[in-house]
């Protein structure tokens, strides 16, 4: 099987820039030999994700409304990085931004593509625990609730679908995991 593209770009078109994506349609052949159009939407920073413990096995959720989804979303505290930055660095600004903890210990548990058919975004996921709990200071375009709450109850809202942020659902899934097989 070959790993080379089955695609042919006969054109590309920006349609649209700003700080955080760029579009680009794509005048194509797909892979059957029919022409046609690919928008891909090119992600200029990391997403971040982080899922917090305490050590009684607490978490916090940030909730916020949505803007592209018209909907109120509870999810872990995520946000983006540059990739010129490490990401554990962003990691850590997102985490005291939108909640106000400081942790002193960062796993990565999972790198993640977010919806590889019309983006190229990367997700970094982390488990942040040794924490100190702090003042957020959150960007002018967040309106945050943040809830400590146990970590089971957030399992069990992605498991209930009230939790449907994709970082967030891989994240608390992927800590679960981790936490039954003692490795958290």
Partial sequence: ??????WKILKSNQIYDNAWIKLTEHQVINPAGGQGIYGEVHFKNLAIGVVVLDEDYNTWLVGQYRFPLKAYSWE???????HTVDPMLSAKRELQEETGIIATKFTEIQKMHLSNSVTDEMAIIYIAQDLQIGDSSPEETEELVV??????????????GEITDSMSVAGILKTKILIEQGKI
């Fill in 1 to 6: 099987m070959s790993l080379d593209s089955p």
């Fill in 76 to 82: 872990i505290p995520e946000g983006g990085g540059l």
């Fill in 147 to 160: 809830r400590k709450l146990a970590f089971d109850e957030a399992y069990q809202m992605v498991m209930t």
